[in-house]
């Protein structure tokens, strides 16, 4: 015979018991009306419990303030990509993700075929300049003395040129590559070091690994000063002005604004910059939600009440926003304006006394007891 564990009774019993709890309180509550503005929901400290239900106090805002969401990024040419220069192998890494590092530090020893090549060209361009060099200095001496004609003389001073030329070419190409040798290790193999200092974003090979040339090995920043990108909607974009503050207060940093793009994209969204003032704890790469005090709406609803919440605590009713507002009683379904809303959180109008809460759990079972007085 089938037999149930005793947790899985324990379970099957509590969700029966909150069902029915549910039934009996919008049950009770049918004779509520929502009269389009608030309809009370009473609860009492126990079955708040039961249906999960959890509260968090208001914050108020100012008519002046914006919700908007941002990425962390480090300002432009801080951020630079190591490549490899030929098709090889990686034979030894220094550096890995998260890893901080000086300029100039070695980040992996890159083998190939071809930067021995490399190598091989620029040493024999380096041997043909110091005899066309040596070339030129016995012609000069020669010329002094008149026993060569000029026109042998700038003949090898020509052929001192393009020696030079050839040598700076053959050291460009492997400046370029990034790589650098060092004693001991081996003909075909090089060292690539960081170009600045900073921190390692991105990874993206491992030790034995056959690349092809240009392929992305590593993601380089200088993280030591950041910024905001900031999405916009048209709206919120037309309301922000250049020297705007901006606050993250759960990551205790600041920033303002040095940029505005009223220009949208593709997904109908502009573009702002803020340099970060107070870094707190922001890390580049990091999506957060940020607080823009503009300044344009600072004469903005100067006499309503308008409240930082969750975005959670909002739930839509019959198509328009609502939080639920605890009192003595249970809670009172309470019909909001959103003015801003990210994510995480939200502004809000309506008329609340100071130190109010909302509901920002059990949410789902206040908006089935709304729904049982349809």
């Known amino acids: 015979m089938f037999k149930v564990s005793p947790l899985l009774q324990t379970g099957m019993k509590n969700h029966f018991l909150g069902a029915l709890l549910l039934l009996a309180i919008a049950l009770g509550a049918s004779s509520q009306a929502l009269g389009g503005a608030s309809v009370l929901l009473p ?16 914050q108020s805002s100012s008519g002046a303030q914006l919700l908007v969401s941002a990425s962390v990024v480090t300002p432009p040419g801080k951020e630079f990509t190591i490549s490899a220069p030929y098709a ?14 000086k300029v100039g530090a070695p980040l992996a020893q890159f083998t190939s075929p071809m930067l021995g090549d490399a190598r091989r060209l620029l040493n ?3 041997i043909d300049y110091k005899n066309a060099k040596a070339a030129a200095e016995r012609d000069q001496a020669m010329f002094d003395e008149g026993i060569i004609p000029a026109v042998r003389l700038q003949l090898t001073r020509s052929k001192q040129e393009a020696a030079l ?8 190409e492997l400046s370029v590559s990034g790589t650098s040798f060092d004693v001991g290790s081996g003909y075909s193999t090089g060292t690539l070091k960081a170009p600045v200092s900073g921190t390692v974003l991105e990874a993206f090979t491992a030790v034995g690994q056959r690349v092809e040339a240009g392929t992305v090995l590593f993601k380089l920043a200088d993280a030591s000063q950041l910024q905001l990108d900031l999405q916009l909607s048209s709206d919120k974009a037309a309301q922000i002005q250049v020297g705007d503050e901006v606050s993250l207060v759960a990551r205790s940093a600041k920033a303002k604004i040095i940029g505005v793009s009223r220009a949208v994209d593709s997904s109908q969204l502009a573009r702002a910059r803020a340099v970060v003032t ?10 957060v939600s940020v607080m823009v005090q503009a300044r344009g709406l600072l004469n ?11 975005t959670r605590a909002v739930t839509q009713w019959k198509g328009q926003p609502f939080v639920f507002v605890a009192n003595e009683q249970g809670f009172e379904a309470k019909h909001v304006l959103v003015i801003s809303s990210t994510d995480d959180m939200s502004i809000v109008e309506v008329s609340m006394p100071l130190g109010a809460k909302v509901a920002i759990t059990g949410i789902a079972s206040l908006r089935a007891m709304l729904q049982k007085d349809e």
């Not at 903005?300 to 969750?310: E, F, I, N």
């Open 43 to 58: 609860l009492n400290p126990k079955q708040q419990a039961i249906l999960g239900i959890q509260v968090s106090q208001l």
């Open 300 to 310: 903005a609803s100067k006499g309503s009440d308008r409240w930082l919440v969750p």
């Open 278 to 287: 107070t870094r707190g704890s922001l890390q580049a790469g990091e999506l």
């Open 165 to 172: 030329a050839q040598l700076h070419a053959r050291e460009a």
């Open 124 to 126: 024999e361009a380096s």
């Open 88 to 101: 090889g192998q990686i034979s030894r890494l220094f550096a890995g993700v998260g890893d901080s590092f």
